[in-house]
């Protein structure tokens, strides 16, 4: 969540049932010198920096879609819509991007 920059979180849902649990944090909210002291960390380095960004470290999202008859494009047309413009990501950068109680609620 871009309001909780160093929080890692785990979304799972399935029909209307969901849940949202604390995933750690990224290693990219500490400095490496902190980093480089967990076991977990130094046995994943290589696969962790392959796929760091220079802005946002190992921030990321990843989805899992399971179902039948489902409309590829029409999904990632959907996703796509959510990405951020570079606008929105200056802001962030900037740590300027609003805290949870100021986002608009979209509906897909």
Known sequence: MASRPAQAINWSQAGGALRADS???WWASMP???RIRYTSFLDYH???E???SKDFGDRLN???FIGQDMDQQQILKQLESCICSPEEISLYLE?????GDEWPVAKI
Not at 95 to 99: E, Y
């Open 23 to 25: 995933a750690g944090v």
């Open 50 to 52: 392959k796929r760091w």
């Open 32 to 34: 490496y010198e902190e």
């Open 46 to 48: 290589e696969e962790i």
């Open 62 to 64: 990843e989805l899992v």
């Open 95 to 99: 740590n300027q991007f609003p805290d």
